[in-house]
Each structure stands twice: as structure tokens, then as C-alpha cells.
């Protein structure tokens, strides 16, 4: 009886749009521990405790970003398109990231994740186009994002070839995911919404994402300098 309860229960309840909310709350809780606003919103007693809270439940959102960079890259009707539209938002992004994370206007030592993501789907591109040479191209993204400091360094393009490449096969991509993350335990949990996505896009604002980096970034700087 219980059998045939489960199997009647739908857990495919996510649809990107819902996805992007998670990753989008999720990121947002980490960028305020990170940026260090936690400690000027509360005192030093608690303040520490929190940061770490914050810092935990973040890592959620960067492996469901790559797995909705996959989701976007094979659905999309024009590339081209999807690649400019995530590089002008890398680079419309990369000041707000420096002034908040590093107080510089410009700082090359990090670059934000919209660089990541860019790194990543060039890579599914060519991963595409000349499907006998995917491992270098999987290597090239690594080596490009390693030396360009992207955020979570050559973590991203060897994550999104992981979902990209096992797409159909769910148990090979869990363990694959998994295990690039196993470095930060907390971002396994991410699997689970992930794996509850139906393939649905939900309703949402087209470019919420692009818009919500860099604003919530510029956020966080007016808090930092209005609070201090």
C-alpha cells in the first residue's frame, strides 16, 4: 500500500523559474556573510555563527546556476545571443563584485561568477560542435577559469561538464556532481531540488537573474557604506 502511495506522489515539483528563486535566495544569504555586512547587522557574539549559517547555505546556489546554465544551453534557439547576453552581464557585474567583496573599483585578482558561466558555456559550445575533443575542451575551461580566478576556480566548467555530458543518465551525473563538490559538503545538498525539476520554466521575469547579480551586489555596497 505504502508502494503504491510513493509512486502516485509527484516530487518533480520545481520548475527552473523556482530553481532560480532558490539559487537567488540562497546566493544573496552568502554575499551577506561574505561581504561582511553580518557583522555590521549583528554583534560579534553571534555575528561569527552567522557568517558560517550563511557561508553553508550558499553553496547551494552555485551548483544550481551551472545546472541551469546546462538546461539553458540546450534549450536555447540562438547561442550567440545566449553567450553575449551572460559576457555583458559579466562585465556589467564585475565592479559592483569588486567594490563589495574587495572595496576597489576594479580588483583582478577575483572575478565574479558570470565569468564562470561564460568560461562554461563557450566550453558546452565547443563540447557541441567537435564532440571527439570534449575532454580538452573540459581541460582548456578548467585552465582558463583557473587562471583567470574565476569564482570557485576550474570547480565550474568541471561541474557543468559533469551535467552536461551524464544529462540523461540522473545517477551517473548525481555522484559525478557530487563528487566535484565533495571539497564543500554543503553543496550536495543542492542535488536535492535539483532532482526535483520538472522540466517546466515557471513564470518569471525573463532576465531576473542577469539583473538580480549586479543589483543585489550594488545592495549590499549602499548597506555596507550606509551602516558602517
Not at 138 to 166: E, K, N, S, T
Request: glycine share 4%; net charge positive; hydrophobic share 55%.
Amino acid at each position: 500500500m505504502k508502494g503504491k502511495v510513493l509512486k502516485k506522489i509527484n516530487f518533480k515539483i520545481f520548475s527552473s523559474a523556482a530553481l532560480k528563486y532558490i539559487a537567488m535566495l540562497t546566493m544573496l544569504i552568502d554575499h551577506i556573510g561574505a561581504s561582511g555586512l553580518i557583522f555590521i547587522l549583528f554583534n560579534s557574539s553571534i555575528s561569527v555563527r552567522l557568517y558560517h549559517i550563511s557561508r553553508m547555505v550558499g553553496r547551494i546556489s552555485f551548483p544550481i546556476y551551472l545546472f541551469l546554465l546546462v538546461e539553458g544551453f540546450v534549450h536555447t534557439k540562438d547561442i550567440k545571443k545566449y553567450i553575449i547576453r551572460i559576457a555583458a552581464f559579466a562585465v556589467l557585474s564585475e565592479i559592483p563584485f569588486d567594490l563589495v567583496f574587495w572595496g576597489h573599483i576594479l580588483e583582478f585578482y577575483h572575478q565574479n561568477v558570470m565569468w564562470s558561466l561564460l568560461i562554461c558555456v563557450i566550453m558546452m559550445h565547443m563540447m557541441r560542435k567537435y564532440p571527439d575533443f570534449s575532454i580538452i575542451f573540459v581541460g582548456i575551461g578548467c585552465f582558463i577559469a583557473w587562471i583567470c580566478r574565476c569564482d570557485y576556480v576550474y570547480i565550474g566548467p568541471l561541474a557543468v561538464a559533469c551535467m552536461y555530458l551524464f544529462r540523461d543518465w540522473i545517477i551517473y551525473k548525481n555522484v559525478a556532481t557530487a563528487l566535484v563538490f565533495s571539497f564543500e559538503p554543503p553543496a550536495i545538498f543542492s542535488l536535492i531540488p535539483i532532482n526535483m525539476y520538472n522540466g517546466k520554466k515557471g513564470k518569471s521575469f525573463k532576465y531576473l537573474f542577469y539583473f538580480f547579480y549586479p543589483v543585489h551586489l550594488l545592495v549590499l555596497v549602499l548597506l555596507k557604506n550606509l551602516l558602517r
